[in-house]
């Protein structure tokens, strides 16, 4: 890779320079492919440079560009007889590539006033579709590029120079480390049978494994990811680093806390909950407790089963608890899903699913400590920072 490094704020205008990086090598764009590139307004230098650069490859580029008041008024002015599945959808599945990057600028002004029911209505819309069946099946690999807002940062409270060098250079982290620790932890997770997270807040719970798929994001999707049938196989974030996959939906127990995060905007503070047959009971929180209840109780019960687990590989991505910022990739962070995973390989089918961000974690597999204290155990990433030269795995 190498393309980014953390050499200040102008390589977040560099916008060229990470067009070929998510072009030639995160998404190995060939001669006659055809690249649907996706977001919204406030990305369009960048949509704008990965499309030349897929031209440029010999790709055949489409850009599909929203905005954030017309994502809002389909949100809040669409009729309800009209929330269908989107027919975009069926062009994305006989794409070869999709580039995607945010569609919302303020996703919290964008959300804001949505009610629960009419949430999960294009929720369920979209999952009676079927076209999550139909991912694994199509030819389609996928890029996910973060893009940093000011308006996140704003909500957030965020310094935006400092988050948005952060993002950048993670996008150019050294993912030939990233993907040795991704293959190590991939091995150990395969073979386990039992997962325990703890955290200094109060998580204790164990669930099981279930012999599921394991997927390894390290930034790059090869030439051997895009043979893979199930389509997170051909998937990459940018930035990169995560593993990650579905648990046995009944099998969670004990008490999950998590850290500070968001829903619909407003913050979830405080948060815990009591876990038995693998279903989140006992929800209480110092802030958001009701909002989460009236939130997923819109869906079916299988939207309150854990069901999916990650753990983040990318060392330069650095989470701020108290404020509420948990990347994913961060290396250490450690998120427990509940609802859907059927793309991972699990059994649960709810249209609806929330992610809890689990502060300090130490996940031990079948005894064996994989993450302390929200830190890697392996010492090889300790040392990954942005590279100067192009790697593949």
Request: with cysteine.
């Amino acid at each position: 890779m190498g393309l980014l490094l953390a050499a200040g704020p102008v390589c977040g205008q560099n916008y060229e320079q990470m067009a070929k990086q998510i072009v030639n090598t995160s998404a190995g764009v060939k001669a006659g492919d055809a690249v649907i590139i996706t977001g919204g307004k406030h990305t369009l230098p960048l949509m704008e440079a990965v499309a030349v650069e897929v031209a440029r490859t010999g790709g055949q580029p489409t850009m599909m560009m929203t905005t954030d008041k017309v994502e809002r008024t389909i949100n809040m002015e669409m009729p309800e007889a009209a929330i269908m599945p989107e027919k975009s959808n069926n062009w994305m599945l006989q794409a070869d590539v999709l580039i995607s990057l945010p569609q919302n600028e303020d996703s919290r002004a964008v959300m804001d006033g949505m009610s629960p029911a009419r949430n999960a209505k294009f929720a369920q819309v979209n999952a009676e579709s079927g076209f999550t069946q139909k991912l694994d099946a199509s030819k389609l690999r996928g890029v996910f590029v973060s893009y940093p807002s000011k308006s996140f940062a704003a909500n957030q409270q965020l310094d935006f120079a400092g988050y948005e060098q952060m993002v950048w250079a993670g996008i150019g982290t050294d993912y030939a480390a990233v993907a040795a620790q991704a293959q190590q932890l991939k091995q150990v997770l395969s073979a386990g049978k039992k997962m325990r997270v703890t955290s200094p807040s109060g998580t204790d719970l164990t669930l099981q494994l279930g012999a599921r798929p394991v997927f390894a994001d390290d930034g790059v999707v090869s030439a051997t990811d895009q043979q893979e049938k199930l389509v997170y196989n051909r998937t990459a974030r940018l930035p990169g680093g995560l593993i990650y996959g579905s648990v046995d939906e009944t099998s969670a127990t004990g008490t999950l806390a998590a850290a500070t995060g968001t829903l619909t905007g407003k913050p979830l503070k405080g948060f815990k909950a009591d876990l038995q047959g693998g279903k989140l009971t006992n929800v209480r929180a110092d802030a958001g407790a009701e909002t989460f209840q009236q939130w997923m109780g819109a869906y079916d019960a299988a939207a309150m089963q854990i069901s999916t687990f990650s753990i983040g590989l990318n060392p330069v991505m650095k989470p701020q608890e108290d404020k509420g910022y948990n990347p994913s990739t961060a290396a250490g962070m450690v998120y427990l899903g509940i609802g859907d995973n059927e793309l991972q390989g699990g059994q649960n089918k709810s249209a609806g699913g929330y992610s809890f961000a689990i502060a300090n974690a130490t996940v031990e597999i079948d005894g064996k400590a994989i993450v302390r204290n929200g830190q890697l155990v392996s010492s090889s990433m300790a040392s990954a920072t942005p590279m100067r030269k192009k790697a593949r795995k």
